[in-house]
Structures are given as structure tokens and as C-alpha cells.
Antibody, heavy 122, light 107 residues
């Protein structure tokens, strides 16, 4: 079964750092881009950026450029989303998602992780 | 950045009735348009890609169409599991952008 499994919920304080993960299984991990999508409480979906595990080519939405870092560890089939200094406004559900076509990032997302809830509060 | 505008924001429909959801792109995106359904507490699920192709396992009551930069998702006969929020997404250009969503609720 093709799936993306994300790390568990996090509760952090403003200013703290955080790295959440997304592990792929059941497919050739290096040949598919992986995207991160934010959903703030009660709001819609926002594409944050995307990474190609085979060469770590990474693209960010202008809204998130410089605010987060997307990375990958091919050896353990895992993609990451990290913050160096969290803000209360980072409170959201974060999903990883995989485009349906291999070697192509510009496609619909047919596989989604279950989501990681990040709560930032003092 | 391409702006995707969905309408209406909320649609009240009875079980078994037809629902028509709209999505407009701020510029040409060819047929690079997808529709997703998101139930509370769940990840989105891909319904339609390429504006009109049903994804694997999606029932025939879901159909998509396009006319220029206007896109439509039609649910021919609403089932209980269809009461949810629906998002359109363009993947023609990066950054990928989503519409604001249409909530389909029980009338």
C-alpha cells in the first residue's frame, strides 16, 4: 500500500524550533516530489513548498520562503518540514502530499499524509 | 500567483439531490485543475484531476467539466458521505494554489 505517515502532534512555545516528518512507503520514494500543505484552524489549504528527494531540488511558495525549511533524507524515505523559531501564527495542521506522477511535481496530489497538528502557545 | 475563486462558500443540498460547485482561475491553467473532498478531521481526498478525470475509486456520481478558466464539479446525487468541504486546486504553475473551499451541508 502506498502511504505517507506523518509524525505526531506537537505543542511548542513561541521561539522554539521544530521539525516534523513524513515517511513514504509502498512506492519509489526518490522518484516522487513531496509537498507540504498548511491548514490553519477552520481555514483552507495552502501549498507551502515541494521537494524532489532524488536531488533535493526544493521550491517554496513566496508566502513561506524564509519561514520554513523543507528537506529530505532518502536513506530513510522521509521528508521534513522545520521551523527555527515558531510563532503563535504557525498553529495549524500540516499535511504532506505526493503528486500522482513520478518525476513531475506539477500534478494533482493523490496520496496524503494523515496530518500533523502543531500548536504554538505560551 | 494564480488566484482560485470558489463559489458558493456554502451550499445547502438535500440527500439525493444534485450539487454544482464552481471554481474560477485568475488566468489560463489549461486542464491542470483538481478537486478534493475533505471531511472533518481528515486529509483531503483527490476526486478529479485534469479537470474531468475521476481519480481511482471515485464513484461516477462525481464529474468535472471546464470552460476556459471556469471549472465545475457536479455531484449527481448526494450521499451522506458527500457532506464535506470541497477544494479546487490548480497545478499548472508553481506555487500551486487552492480555492477557498465550498462547504456542502445538509438542507
Amino acid at each position: 500500500e502506498v502511504q505517507l505517515v506523518q509524525s505526531g502532534a506537537e505543542v511548542k512555545k513561541p521561539g522554539e524550533s521544530l521539525k516534523i516528518s513524513c515517511k513514504g512507503s509502498g512506492y519509489s520514494f526518490t522518484n516522487y516530489w513531496i509537498a507540504w500543505v498548511r491548514q490553519m484552524p477552520g481555514k483552507g489549504l495552502e501549498w507551502m513548498g515541494i521537494i524532489y528527494p532524488i536531488d533535493s531540488d526544493t521550491r517554496y511558495s513566496p508566502s513561506f520562503q524564509g519561514q520554513v525549511t523543507i528537506s529530505t533524507d532518502r536513506s530513510i524515505r522521509t521528508a521534513y518540514l522545520q521551523w527555527s523559531s515558531l510563532k503563535a501564527s504557525d498553529t495549524a495542521m500540516y499535511f504532506c502530499a505526493r503528486p500522482s506522477s513520478s518525476n513531475y511535481g506539477g500534478d494533482a496530489f493523490d496520496i496524503w499524509g494523515q496530518g500533523t497538528m502543531v500548536t504554538v502557545s505560551s | 500567483e494564480i488566484v482560485m475563486t470558489q463559489s458558493p462558500a456554502t451550499l445547502s443540498v438535500s440527500l439525493g439531490e444534485r450539487a454544482t460547485l464552481s471554481c474560477r482561475a485568475s488566468q489560463t491553467i489549461s486542464s491542470n485543475l483538481a478537486w478534493y473532498r475533505q471531511k472533518p478531521g481528515q486529509a483531503p481526498r483527490l476526486l478529479i484531476y485534469g479537470a474531468s478525470t475521476r481519480a481511482t475509486g471515485i464513484p461516477a456520481r462525481f464529474s468535472g467539466s471546464a470552460s476556459g478558466t471556469e471549472f465545475t464539479l457536479t455531484i449527481s446525487s448526494l450521499q451522506s458521505e458527500d457532506f464535506a468541504v470541497y477544494y479546487c486546486q490548480q497545478y499548472n504553475n508553481w506555487p500551486v494554489t487552492f480555492g477557498g473551499g465550498t462547504k456542502v451541508e445538509i438542507k
